[in-house]
């Protein structure tokens, strides 16, 4: 198919999303286009993904690629069944879902997951983009697997994130449980649990997330055990969370809801937002885009259009030389001493004008994605490096009120904005 025969539904932090009309079928699809090739050791491990989530086609509740091939302009493609809205279009439009739309999409998302962690697959990306609606209503989550993540890193929004996915990159069944009650969180207040102060940057962000204890979610009429179920898959330490998506999945389902019956696994869910609000949600939440290309029309509303915006952590290349932003001055003083390069690690010392604050670091490797450590109350911390490569540092630090930065250091030469 022609570019032109394409149409855009939106750009995420690693690829974009195009619609298109199968001339064969008359069936519309989404096409995922990431910004390069996928080497033979990537395709050799998204085929495993793709061979393992096929088996799970009978659950329905899973968007399994239909295609996935380099496009003639060497770009890499995967074609899928194109849905009609995902969760983040419906909680923007109308508010928070109803709490018995939450428990039946909780269970369809958490068995979904239970199956495909049997199976082997790990989701690594549960965010409010990627859980998607057929027209029917129905829910299916989409975007799974690692090997094109690894492949075509993007920085996904940080309150998705599991704590360890931050610091050190970690993804496994443990972090799609701490997504999985994120997305909880989001379709019951509206926003993630580290929902953005006006502003607050990335860097602020990022560590109230790793330092600080999950904000309530605040809605009164919660059924009693949901409030602390979710409260449990967002627990900073991995091993303090569900034992597995099955046991939540379990929970979920026996948690009394507002309907008189219970949605089976994958129904559609119909009624959108809260019970007061219901009155006023008429008609489809989805729209028809036309597309002059042999008079075809593709539905092609809301959806898929990856909600996920890239971070601001995101490190320069090393030809624009690392940096890392700081204020000029502030209220509170942390001085970080010059760092000690010991070839294939970084000794950082600092010290703070007030023993009440909590401490993080930031590095910033030329031509390398930023990483954020949570040292708590400690002031001094070993970093590993790559040798001969440019690095910059910086100390963070917060009283859980307030952010104060230390002055950015570097080493072997590296510039570090101020």
């Given at each position: 198919?022609?570019?032109?025969?394409?149409?855009?539904?939106?750009?995420?932090p690693?690829?974009?999303?195009l619609?298109?009309?199968d001339e064969a079928?008359?069936?519309a699809?989404?096409?995922k286009?990431?910004p390069?090739?996928?080497d033979?050791?990537?395709?050799?491990?998204?085929?495993?993904?793709?061979?393992?989530?096929?088996?799970?086609?009978?659950?329905g509740?899973?968007l399994?690629?239909?295609?996935?091939?380099?496009?003639p302009?060497?770009?890499?493609g995967?074609?899928?069944?194109?849905?009609?809205?995902s969760?983040?279009?419906?909680?923007?439009?109308?508010?928070?879902?109803?709490v018995?739309?939450?428990?039946?999409?909780g269970?369809?998302?958490?068995t979904?997951?239970?199956?495909?962690?049997?199976?082997?697959v790990?989701?690594g990306?549960?965010?409010?983009?990627?859980v998607?609606?057929?027209?029917?209503?129905?829910?299916?989550?989409?975007?799974?697997?690692?090997?094109?993540?690894?492949?075509f890193?993007?920085?996904?929004?940080?309150?998705?994130?599991?704590?360890?996915?931050?610091?050190?990159?970690?993804?496994?069944?443990?972090?799609?449980?701490?997504?999985?009650?994120?997305?909880?969180?989001?379709?019951?207040?509206?926003?993630?649990?580290?929902?953005?102060?006006?502003?607050?940057?990335?860097?602020?962000?990022?560590l109230r997330?790793?330092s600080?204890?999950?904000p309530?979610?605040?809605?009164?009429?919660?059924?009693?055990?949901?409030?602390?179920?979710?409260?449990?898959?967002?627990?900073?330490?991995?091993m303090?969370r569900?034992?597995?998506?099955?046991?939540?999945?379990?929970?979920?389902?026996?948690?009394?809801?507002?309907?008189?019956?219970?949605?089976?696994?994958?129904a559609?869910?119909?009624e959108?937002?809260?019970?007061h609000?219901?009155?006023?949600?008429k008609?489809k939440?989805w729209?028809?885009?036309?597309?002059?290309?042999?008079?075809?029309?593709?539905?092609?509303?809301?959806v898929?259009?990856?909600?996920?915006?890239?971070s601001?952590?995101?490190?320069?290349?090393?030809s624009?030389e690392?940096?890392?932003?700081?204020?000029?001055?502030d209220p509170?003083?942390?001085?970080?001493?010059?760092?000690?390069?010991r070839?294939?690690?970084?000794?950082?010392?600092?010290?703070g004008?007030?023993?009440?604050l909590?401490?993080?670091?930031?590095?910033a490797?030329?031509?390398?994605?930023?990483?954020t450590?949570?040292?708590?109350?400690?002031?001094?911390?070993?970093?590993?490096?790559e040798?001969?490569?440019?690095?910059?540092?910086?100390?963070q630090?917060?009283?859980?009120?307030?952010?104060?930065?230390?002055?950015?250091?570097?080493i072997?030469?590296?510039?570090?904005?101020r």
């Open positions: 198919m022609d570019d032109d025969e394409l149409v855009s539904l939106g750009e995420g690693a690829a974009i999303v619609a298109g009309m079928t008359g069936e699809f989404a096409l286009v990431y390069g090739r996928a033979r050791r990537t395709r050799a491990e998204l085929d495993k993904e793709l061979s393992a989530l096929g088996t799970l086609s009978e659950l509740t899973v399994v690629p239909t295609e996935a091939k380099e496009l302009d060497g770009r890499f995967v074609r899928m069944e194109l849905c009609a809205q969760l983040a279009d419906l909680v923007g439009t109308f508010g928070p879902l109803s018995q739309d939450v428990l039946s999409l269970e369809a998302l958490a979904t997951l239970a199956a495909a962690h049997q199976a082997g790990v989701h990306g549960m965010t409010p983009g990627n998607l609606f057929r027209a029917s209503g129905a829910p299916v989550l989409a975007d799974f697997g690692l090997a094109l993540r690894q492949a890193p993007g920085d996904a929004e940080v309150g998705f994130l599991a704590p360890e996915t931050i610091t050190d990159g970690t993804r496994d069944e443990r972090t799609d449980l701490y997504g999985l009650g994120a997305l909880l969180y989001f379709a019951l207040t509206g926003h993630s649990p580290a929902r953005e102060r006006p502003g607050e940057t990335a860097d602020e962000l990022t997330v790793l600080e204890p999950l309530p979610i605040g809605r009164p009429g919660l059924p009693a055990g949901l409030g602390p179920l979710v409260a449990s898959l967002l627990a900073r330490a991995p303090e569900p034992i597995d998506a099955d046991l939540v999945a379990t929970r979920l389902g026996a948690t009394p809801g507002t309907a008189a019956t219970p949605r089976p696994l994958g559609p869910i119909l959108y937002g809260p019970e609000a219901k009155s006023r949600r008609g939440t729209l028809i885009a036309g597309v002059a290309a042999g008079a075809a029309v593709l539905a092609a509303a809301l898929f259009v990856l909600q996920n915006r890239p601001e952590l995101s490190v320069p290349p090393a624009t690392p940096a890392i932003t700081t204020p000029t001055a509170v003083r942390v001085d970080l001493a010059d760092p000690v390069d070839g294939t690690s970084v000794e950082l010392s600092w010290r004008s007030e023993s009440t909590r401490y993080a670091v930031i590095v490797g030329a031509d390398l994605p930023r990483k450590f949570l040292v708590e109350s400690g002031t001094s911390y070993r970093v590993d490096v040798p001969g490569r440019q690095y910059c540092f910086v100390v630090a917060t009283d859980s009120v307030h952010f104060y930065e230390s002055q950015s250091k570097g072997r030469g590296a510039r570090c904005v």
